[in-house]
């Protein structure tokens, strides 16, 4: 396959004009990529399986394209190759569309997803400021075409039109055109993700490969806000392009911070997407807007799910706390509470302090809090926002934490006495592998005793085990 396209590549060479060479594209490598990607594939996608694995004949063509296949035979493939490829690849998308599902030769529709999926999972859109051509004429030809008198002589609209048409030499150079083809084949991957299996894939890709670069991101705010509220890893992984929806492109979703709330789990930190979860979750809570309410319990469910979570999970936990507590001071009570005075937030008061709302919720707070004092925890972490009585909790379990295993974890409850900023990046992906590397390659001095200490058992009877 790889050589077919170099070949085919090498043949475009020769063409001078832009026309010539769609012309040729279409003729010589467009069948060899149609070819590739209406292969059937090895295995059907899983979660547990790698796009690459199911087909790797295609995995091989990406890997070409991405290394070897360019001008010089031992480069990348260029911008302007990849813009014909993705031509080619959105045309043969929509013809497979529109065909019923007996006229498409024994190709599922699944089956194409799958492979173009495969080709294009790890590539974005080029900075057309410093786009690479393999055919350096089409600069010459856009410069001729951009000084002509039709072209100066024509509106905005116009120009628009030039820069979408297939046929015009501008499209290469426009960003338009490149998200045009490129919207056209993810949106179809996007439609057809449960068909194909491939939610788990698409997800983990979306947020940094797929929605900067789309024509409309917000096209994609029904496919996340289900794929959020179905639960699971898959609204783990939904977390970050929904966040950018939000964040860049002004969605509006109330619940965001109650579905968030409802992911702090314990299967959910034990998970191998855990390190998304806590990513996400550290961006979410660096706003100032955030309530003290929702923070509070954000803050009471992680350190109580710390408690159940694998060790490594504690070095973000431990300093993702801290760090929350210094954003929101509203929420230090719960750690400095001297007194049984309660703790009322005015989003949760009322603007007016003397309202029959505020003073009931006055009540509750210092009912809540007389009952801390008395040896109950007023958290209830199986309610929903805002009704977990959070603000006027205390966080015991930094208590409980002083006296774990490892050394290092009582250091770092130790930090929340300290009333210094801590500025430190929060390290996301530790794990056991990597606490034992550290363990046994740290260097050890009379300072610096084992964390284990034993003694040799004396002689005596193997099978008496009291003996011991």
């Known amino acids: 396959m790889e050589p077919k396209l170099s070949s085919a590549l090498r043949i475009c060479d020769k063409c001078k004009t832009y026309a010539e060479l769609c012309r040729t594209f279409d003729e010589k490598a467009s069948p060899i990529l ?32 991405c290394t070897r296949l360019g001008a010089h035979e031992a480069t990348p493939a260029e911008d302007d190759v990849w813009f014909l490829i993705y031509r080619a690849v959105s045309n043969l998308v929509e013809r497979q569309q529109r065909k019923r599902s007996r006229d498409r030769d024994g190709v599922s529709l699944s089956t194409l ?4 999926f495969v080709l294009l999972c790890t590539r974005t859109l080029p900075q057309l400021d410093h786009v690479k ?14 000084a002509s008198d039709a072209y100066v002589h024509s ?24 998200k045009h083809y490129f919207t056209l084949v993810w949106m179809v991957c996007v439609e057809k993700a449960g068909e194909a299996a491939l939610h ?66 314990p299967d959910a930190f034990a998970s191998r997407h855990r390190y998304e979860l806590f990513r996400l979750l550290d961006l979410s809570m660096t706003s100032l807007r955030v309530p003290s309410y929702i923070a509070a319990s954000v803050i009471k469910r992680v350190a109580q799910v710390s408690l159940m979570a694998p060790a490594p999970t504690l070095y973000f936990t431990l300093p993702f706390l801290r760090k929350v507590l210094q954003t929101h001071p509203n929420c230090i009570a719960l750690i400095h ?13 009322g603007q007016d302090a003397d309202t029959a709302t505020a003073q ?26 805002p009704e977990t009585h959070a603000l006027n909790s205390t966080l015991w379990e930094l208590t409980a934490l002083e006296r774990h295993f490892m050394p290092v974890v009582p250091l770092m409850v130790s930090a929340f006495s300290s009333t210094a900023e801590d500025k430190t990046p929060l390290r996301y992906e530790k794990s056991y ?34 003996s011991f």
């Not at 051509?133 to 951009?146: C, Q, T, V």
């Not at 550290?438 to 084992?450: F, G, K, N, Q, Y």
Request: hydrophobic share 40%; aromatic share 6%.
């Open 34 to 65: 149609e070819q590739a990607l209406q292969s059937p594939t090895v295995k059907a996608p899983r979660d547990h399986t790698t796009p690459d694995e199911c087909s790797p004949r295609v995995a091989e063509l990406r890997e070409a394209l």
């Open 113 to 116: 997803v799958t492979n173009c």
């Open 133 to 146: 051509l393999r055919w350096g004429f089409l600069k010459k030809e856009r410069a001729a075409l951009e």
């Open 155 to 178: 509106n905005a609209s116009e120009r628009r039109k030039l820069q979408l048409n297939a046929t015009s030499v501008l499209s290469v150079f426009s960003e338009k055109a490149h």
């Open 200 to 265: 788990i894939h698409l997800l983990h890709r979306l947020g940094s490969v797929v929605l900067p670069h789309l024509t409309n991101p917000l096209v994609l705010a029904d496919y996340l806000t289900g794929c959020f509220s179905s639960g699971g890893i898959v609204s783990i992984l939904s977390l970050q392009g929904l966040f950018l929806l939000m964040l860049d492109h002004g969605l509006e979703y109330p619940n965001y911070y109650e579905q968030l709330y409802s992911l702090l789990t």
């Open 337 to 349: 509470r001297s007194s049984r005075e309660a703790v009322v937030p005015e989003d949760m008061a």
């Open 360 to 385: 009931s919720a006055k009540a509750q707070a210092m009912s809540d809090t007389a009952a801390l004092f008395d040896g109950r925890d007023p958290f209830d972490d199986r309610a929903k926002l």
């Open 433 to 466: 592998g990597r606490l034992f590397t550290a363990e046994v390659t740290r260097a050890i001095d009379s300072h610096h005793l084992p964390t284990i200490a034993y003694e040799a058992p004396s002689e005596a009877d193997p099978t008496d085990l009291l």
